[in-house]
């Protein structure tokens, strides 16, 4: 299964129910991470930018994306943000298949 970073930013009215009422809602999307034929491999509260970091295991890419689609249109989020992770060899491969592609970038004159 691929992995995948999930950054998720509350709007000001989910924080405020929050607030009111502390819940773990890691059970809640881990059902639906499960319904997609996903895997939670953990969560995080986080400050700054985001307020929710979890790192999941799904299928491919169409259900990832459909994590994302369906936590957005929920109204609790006002940002959800999805990153493809890779494994290191993954990465290396990839590298490597870049070094062989036969790419050639835009010529730029030198300063």
Known sequence: MASFLVQVSYTAEALSALIAKPQDRTRQVGK?????????????????????????????????????????????????KTTPLLTIAQGLSALKKAGKSGYKPIPVAKK
């Open 32 to 80: 639906v991470i499960e319904n997609l034929g996903g895997k939670s491999v953990g969560s995080w509260l986080a400050f700054g930018d985001y307020d929710l970091v979890m790192v999941v295991e799904m299928p491919n890419n169409v259900n990832a994306a459909a994590l994302s689609l369906a936590a957005a249109a929920g109204g609790s989020c006002k940002t959800v």
